[in-house]
């Protein structure tokens, strides 16, 4: 069986021996409404607009601490307990937004996606950064694994 050589998962803190990560972009996080929410038709979100929202986060711990994000925009927004729901992989977030069940905090980077009834706004008063990484082995050898993280920063994920 053969091995992975470069990983590109958004932040994770924790990685096993021997890997380690560069970071290749940070960008801001967006939430993606259904284009019916209340609150679709403005272009920064008041927080107190979202009380009572049910949040779509990924199930599969794709984004490190989704949930951990959702409280700091509750708490933050004096929502109370957020209603969290694990749903999919990141990129499936914004089909649960079209569908109307949920909104979801996002890279900005999704907002690019094109998908039919989903708005993306920014939240007032609250800056979240999320991090798109390159994991690799520490001294990795590998010419291919070489090139890829020599071009980071070269504009390859611009």
């Keep these: 069986m053969g091995q992975i050589d470069v ?3 958004r932040e994770r ?12 972009r940070r960008e801001h996080v ?8 209340p609150a679709a038709r ?10 009572g929202t049910l949040f779509a986060v990924p199930s599969c711990g794709e ?15 004096e929502l109370g307990a957020p209603r969290v729901r694990g749903h999919a992989v990141l990129p499936g977030l914004p089909g649960a937004c079209g569908a109307g069940i949920a909104v979801a905090l996002v890279p900005e980077c999704v907002s690019g996606l ?8 920014r939240l007032r008063g609250l800056r979240l950064r999320s991090a798109l990484l390159v994991v690799h082995r520490t001294g990795e050898t ?3 694994v070489r090139r890829v993280l020599e071009g980071v920063g ?5």
């Design 7 to 9: 990983g590109i998962p």
């Design 13 to 24: 803190p924790e990685l096993p021996e021997p890997l380690t990560s560069t970071v290749v």
């Design 30 to 37: 967006l939430i993606a409404l259904p284009r019916q929410h």
């Design 42 to 51: 403005l272009s920064v979100i008041p927080r107190a607009a979202l009380a």
């Design 63 to 77: 984004v490190h601490d989704a949930r951990a994000e959702v409280s700091v925009v509750a708490r933050a927004g």
């Design 114 to 121: 094109s998908m039919p009834g989903v708005t993306y706004a």
């Design 142 to 144: 590998a010419p291919a």
């Design 154 to 158: 070269r504009d390859v994920f611009q």
